[in-house]
């Protein structure tokens, strides 16, 4: 699903962290667990950051991820995110289960989490997460895939969302027909 739009940045040999726009929540999984099968073809380590993680384990496996197999192989992480906790705890805990894999043979972090919803607060949230995230990781070997979803907000309200993303990652991912199309910015 993602293969397609993710290959022009994966295959210039940096390590993006991207942003997707989802129309609705029914969007994330089939899209997350796209990133992460992909990530598991390639050899990463994959992290998930979840709201609710019984929840979000249960949709990325009927999106057809093996969340069990990965699982058990040590090769998923799902980690309860804790929204009330300084946002540089979460990268710093994953970064030592990151230095830890690499000990194990894999090459890259594949990270998403759960979806970002159209409130502005929860937005901002959001930001001030992957700004620590960006700090803790900048130059190392990790894919970072952030869903957002937009369903709710007016036109002039989507094109600030993906403006104001496109500032604060290396490329947006948008849905169209039936896939998505990767927007890097200038």
């Known amino acids: 699903m ?106 890259t972090l594949w990270s998403s989490h759960t979806p970002v919803g159209p409130e502005p607060e929860a937005y901002e949230r959001a930001l001030t997460i992957e700004r620590a995230w960006d700090a803790r990781f900048k130059g190392r070997p990790v894919v970072t895939l952030c869903p957002y979803v937009v369903e709710g907000l007016e036109g002039s309200a989507t094109l600030g969302r993906f403006t104001g993303l496109a500032e604060h990652h290396d490329g947006v991912l948008v849905p169209s027909e039936g896939r998505h199309e990767l927007f890097k910015p200038a």
């Open 2 to 107: 993602l293969d397609s739009a993710l290959a022009p940045a994966l295959d210039s040999g940096t390590c993006p962290h991207l942003a997707v726009l989802l129309r609705n929540d029914a969007e994330f999984a089939p899209v997350v667990a796209s990133f992460y099968l992909l990530g598991a073809k390639r050899g990463g380590l994959l992290a998930h950051r979840a709201a609710q993680v019984e929840v979000d384990r249960q949709a990325l496996a009927e999106a057809g991820l093996d969340v069990a197999g990965l699982e058990s192989e040590k090769q998923l992480v799902i980690e309860q995110l804790d929204l009330d906790e300084p946002p540089d705890l979460l990268p710093q805990r994953l970064e030592e289960a990151f230095d830890e894999a690499i000990g194990r043979g894999f090459t």
